[in-house]
């Protein structure tokens, strides 16, 4: 980055799971532009692991978070699609 500090872009695993819980729920407060608020955002984490453990095992699907610091900043789904 500009900065100096360096961005981690990887597929999440179980152990992201809090992580990425945070994350979401602080980007939900951050804009009106998201599907939901971050009052609505009541996933547990070992829910988080389950949705990560099946996007890890699905053939058209990756998922990737980015960390900053030790923090997740980001995160991107991609659905491929068969012809």
């Keep these: 980055m500009k ?3 360096t961005a981690t872009f990887k597929s999440p695993c179980v152990e992201d799971a809090k992580n990425m819980q945070n994350f ?36 058209d699907t990756l998922n990737i978070i980015c960390y900053i610091d030790g923090a997740v900043v980001g995160n ?8």
């Design 76 to 83: 991107c789904e991609i659905k491929f699609r068969g012809e």
């Design 3 to 5: 900065d100096g500090r």
């Design 24 to 59: 979401i729920k602080k980007a939900s407060g951050e804009t009106d532009f998201l599907a939901r608020y971050p009052e609505e955002w009541n996933i547990t984490v070992e829910q988080e692991e389950a949705w990560i453990n099946r996007v890890r095992l699905a053939a």
